[in-house]
């Protein structure tokens, strides 16, 4: 079933912050915002199978800031797969695009409802490969 507005809102804004954070000279509030985002027990199974927790997500990012010039990140194809009270499950795609390249992956996301909307608890990513 397709995710509710609210919660497409939702993906797309941490992405985008996460797209301006390395991809421009943003200011720290960009990255303090993807950081707010994120649940304290955070973790991530990266495209090459990684398996990496908030804090050591957060001290990559920091220095990444403006390490790609003009990156893009466009989600797309969001799929609410379960939901309960507190804690929805969503399917989306995501491409980076940093002039003609292009990286697409899948990704399953759990997100916890918290007081001030959603934050992010676990991220798996799986690479897509390239269209021919």
């Given amino acids: 079933m397709p995710a509710h507005p609210h919660l497409a809102d939702v993906i ?5 912050d996460l797209a301006e954070w390395m991809g421009s000279n943003a200011p720290p ?7 707010n985002a994120l649940h304290e027990e955070f973790s991530s199974v990266t495209t090459v199978g990684q398996v990496i927790d908030r804090d050591t997500l957060l001290a990559g990012l920091w220095p990444a ?18 939901h309960s009270d507190t804690i929805v499950t969503v399917r989306f795609a995501a491409e980076n695009q940093l002039g003609d390249i292009r990286t697409r992956r ?3 996301a759990v997100l ?14 799986t690479a897509v490969p390239a269209a021919e």
């Fill in 112 to 125: 916890i409802r918290a007081d001030h909307g959603y934050q992010w608890r676990s991220v798996h990513e």
């Fill in 12 to 16: 797309a804004a941490l992405h985008w």
């Fill in 65 to 82: 800031r403006n390490t790609q010039p003009g990156l893009e990140i466009e989600v797309a194809d969001i799929e609410e797969l379960a």
């Fill in 29 to 35: 509030k960009v990255f303090d915002r993807f950081a």
């Fill in 106 to 108: 899948l990704v399953t």
